[in-house]
């Protein structure tokens, strides 16, 4: 029944597209086929909506209901798209997203890249005022690009106020990366073999890499001992064992986890030292 279910969502869903895009382009279509096409669409719907309450039922969990009915990588783009939104009202009330640990540094790095998305922003607004002229006379497709441009601009807004309200995060046991709404990855400090500040403005596609730029360019390059598994924005798995990264003080970031590391080194000795001695056996016989 699962999978009669996903292949009847993969012949409705291109075909309520493609009714869609005829009637946004003004052409006519029967009811007859209109009917059709919106009984299909319930019908998936309500496949799901069953499955979905039948499940909440069986297991007592509304979230775990909806992980199991709505497809992963589904669910990790809806979850972009309202870390987005959220943090559009962080960003107005200046609260930062996870700094509120006890011994937790905020390090920032959205400053190099604010001028570009400003710019970007203004560039949509522009877009989105010169198409509501030149479409005026056609009133669905005026309504349907208005509201294209519109979260146009509330994406890229949302983009540069997640970038601002979720900055890196050194606490006492891991650094937190972050990148927007789409990277977040704690990195314990005992998987980070060495760190150094390198400016580098070009960063190849590699295996095992990972590479954060803001205005194109890393400011910190941390080598791990192990790999660290950073999902895909759809959920593909990701292990890396060198992380790129930038900083607005990058000199401060480097120096916190340089004596982070030296710390926890520091610490790891100490219990080795202090580990108690085994007690001797009794003398071998001669």
Request: proline share 7%; glycine share 10%.
């Amino acid at each position: 029944m699962k999978r009669y279910g996903a292949y009847v969502a993969c012949a409705v869903l291109p075909g309520e597209l493609a009714l869609v895009v005829c009637l946004v382009a003004g052409v006519r279509v029967p009811v007859p086929v209109l009917v059709a096409a919106e009984a299909a669409v319930g019908l998936v719907l309500g496949e799901h909506l069953v499955g979905f309450l039948r499940r909440w039922r069986r297991d007592g969990s509304a979230r775990d209901a909806v992980r199991a009915t709505v497809p992963e990588p589904v669910l990790r783009l809806a979850g972009h798209e309202l870390r987005l939104l959220a943090s559009l009202g962080r960003w107005v009330a200046r609260r930062p997203h996870g700094v509120g640990g006890e011994g937790a540094r905020a390090f920032p790095y959205a400053r190099d890249q604010a001028a570009m998305m400003y710019g970007l922003a203004f560039v949509c607004v522009v877009e989105t005022a010169g198409m509501a002229y030149l479409l005026v006379g056609l009133p669905v497709v005026h309504a349907v690009f208005l509201v294209l441009d519109v979260y146009t601009v509330v994406f890229v807004l949302g983009l540069h106020a997640a970038s601002v309200t979720r900055p890196h995060v050194l606490d006492g046991g891991a650094l937190r990366v972050r990148q927007a709404g789409h990277v977040d990855v704690r990195i314990p400090l005992e998987r980070i073999a060495s760190v150094r500040r390198e400016s580098l403005f070009s960063h190849e596609k590699a295996d095992g890499e990972l590479n954060l730029p803001v205005g194109s360019r890393t400011s910190l390059t941390l080598e791990l001992t192990g790999p660290v598994d950073v999902p895909r924005l759809f959920g593909a798995p990701r292990p890396v064992r060198l992380v790129r990264l930038h900083a607005d003080d990058s000199a401060a970031l480097h120096r916190a986890l340089g004596q982070a590391l030296g710390q926890a080194l520091a610490e790891t000795v100490t219990r080795a030292r202090t580990a108690p001695s085994p007690v001797p056996g009794p003398p071998a016989s001669a």
